[in-house]
């Protein structure tokens, strides 16, 4: 499965799951490593090629992120993008200055010479720029490849020694030839042959967990979303009846969902489900808790110790399944980003369930491979595609106290936005989209009724990363829709408001 390997070195750019995710687009396996890995590590997993990220520090800076020098005299090809091109270019012995202002943008780079990291390209193609450090002299035995107006090295070769720089960006959309560039990269300069498919990872695991489990017993905790719902089913297709799921249903579900997970592991994969219907308990837990932190970590908490107690009158288990998935195990090379949100997802380890090991058969995919082997595995594509739903729930959509009657109201308003987006295409565009009750009432007037009701929020947001966001434009028409179907079918909704801003600064929750 791993014989052909791309190692990304990662010097802290913002863009490194995307390099590695890029790469695997290509059919080849890419893992994504501290920048600080030993020579003897990188031998072992013997890559056919390395990729150095971009970063936000200056080589010249006091705590610059360095690399073993060593990793240059391998023989395995490695390209450096932006920060990586000029680490690659200082520590050669080439010049690295600094430009008086940042080129931030996509840029015209010309191409000088038919280099095979450039075939097929143009004499000029747009790649995004985002840098002040640039390569002023290219290191003894390199010669320069590319440039812009502003960049006069804008990508450096070595083609004896298979090294090479480019101080832009391949890995980003509006790199319009940035796909055909890795692909120059795999194909033509680490000859990898690109064989890597989600078809053949499935099959392959199944028969790893075979032989793994065996007839041992298995145990899942379901949350309902798509990660442990695709490992579950990977599970079972091993080891069949030997798997229990244990689906905590803690009622924040959107409308029916709960009901749409049950029947298609029941139904469709005839897995061993218990579904604990645990409302009650989690709607006492929060009452009158208002701080978005205290839900988070009280759904958190509550939902291991609903698990635990399922899991205690199943007995001692061998295996404990989790979900986990790669962007949640990769090794930061700097270091974790600071928290703004506490993100509980459901299914976190539990500390008192008897079991003797942990298998996480989803823990080298991204979340898009994950969508890609539920499909393989036969789990319908509306549950494989749904938008990303957070751990806690509708709890965090819900502002203040939650009851029961809030729920109600939420999941009413909710399914109602949804139905609209799907009638209109538009789910295809738009990466969430949710409604969310706001503590707000305010006045109204029904027939010659006043009312004094909630105001429901809209929010829509179109993203790739769901670290940034932009408010999505949906058309006037079918907001005004979706207001009018809300305030007249859902009690207590007497005014609708549609969210227009983007993350930063706001974040895609409420919560
Ligand atoms: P924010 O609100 O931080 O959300 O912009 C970014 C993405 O993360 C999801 N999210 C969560 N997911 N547990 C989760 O599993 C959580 O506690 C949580 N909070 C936010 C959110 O839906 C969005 O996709």
Redesign the pocket.
Known sequence: MKNELILILDFGGQYNQLIARRVRECNVYSEVVPYSISIEKIKEKNPKGIIFTGGPASVYGKDAPVCDKEIFNLGIPILGICYGMQLMTNILGGIVAKANKREYGTTDVSINNSSLLLQGFGKTNGFLMSHTDFVETVPEGFKNIGSTSSCPNAAMENETKKLYGIQFHPEVNNSVNGIQLIKNFLFNICNCSGDWVISSFTQETIQKLKNKIGNKKALCALSGGVDSSVAAVLLSKAIGKNLTCIFVDHGLLRKNEGDEVEKIFKEQFDINLIRVNAKERFLSKLAGVTDPEKK?KIIGEEFIRVFEEEAKKIGTVDFLVQGTIYPDVIESGLGKASV??S???VGGLPDYVDFKEIVEPLRDLFKDEVRLTGLELGIPENLVYRQ?????GLA?RIIGEITDDKLTILKEADSIFREEIANSGLHKSIN?YFAVLTNLKSVGVMGDERTYDYTIALRAVETTD?MTGIWSKIPYEILEKVSSRIVNEVKYVNRVVYDITS?PPA???WE
Request: hydrophobic share 30%; proline share 17%; charged share 20%.
């Open positions: 988070r703004i949100k993100h509980h997802n990303p739903f957070p751990g806690p965090i969430q769901f993350k974040t895609i929750e």
